[in-house]
């Protein structure tokens, strides 16, 4: 009997519904990181586009250093938001099926307008403190996932790749104590 040799079994257990659904997504990432950044000639991150969009309701200093590029950042911002809404209306919904995604565990569909939509289960008071140390890390680690995991990390950035080893290490700690808690959504 011949075996697997042992990266083909690796994959198996890491990814056992195949690693499609992540090539597809990473694809479309860096593709379009490398529009971004021939465009514009700045490497994209979402912090910082995000922070941006703060340039139009405050006159602080730190906020104003984007207002020449605000308006392409608030594109991408809206990008990000419309793109996740037209998956949730279309795949999550099961308008349109594919191989590259199965449905959660931790959430419910509701019907609106006549089409069906995936929320979470999570509860909405650990969103939003989610998102307060997501935002306060991304000022500490001066960016984010997105900009130091993708951009960063593909110019071998020393910086980048310390804080990308940081934030998988945060993670997998952080999974595990949640885990042996027992904290559920």
């Not at 919904?93 to 069906?116: K, Q």
């Amino acid at each position: 009997m011949v075996t697997d040799p042992l990266p083909l079994q690796l994959a198996a257990e890491l990814f056992p519904n195949g690693i499609s659904r992540y090539a597809v997504g990473g694809l479309l990432v860096g593709l379009g990181v490398a529009v971004i950044y021939i465009g514009t000639g700045i490497p994209a991150g979402a912090s910082t586009f995000l922070e941006s969009t703060l340039s139009y309701v405050s006159e602080r200093s730190r906020f104003q250093k984007y207002v020449s590029s605000r308006n392409w950042r608030v594109v991408f911002t809206l990008g990000i938001i419309l793109g996740a809404t037209a998956f949730a209306a279309t795949v999550q919904s099961g308008v349109i099926t594919t191989s590259l995604y199965e449905p959660g565990t931790t959430g419910e569909l509701y019907e609106f307008a006549g089409v069906t939509f995936w929320t979470t289960a999570v509860q909405p008071w650990r969103l939003f403190f989610g998102g307060i140390l997501v935002g306060i890390g991304t000022r500490i680690g001066k960016g984010c996932t997105s900009g130091h995991g993708v951009c960063g990390v593909g110019s071998a950035s020393k910086t980048s790749l310390v804080g990308v080893a940081t934030f998988l290490l945060v993670a997998i700690v952080t999974a595990q104590v949640v885990a042996a808690l027992g904290v559920s959504p």
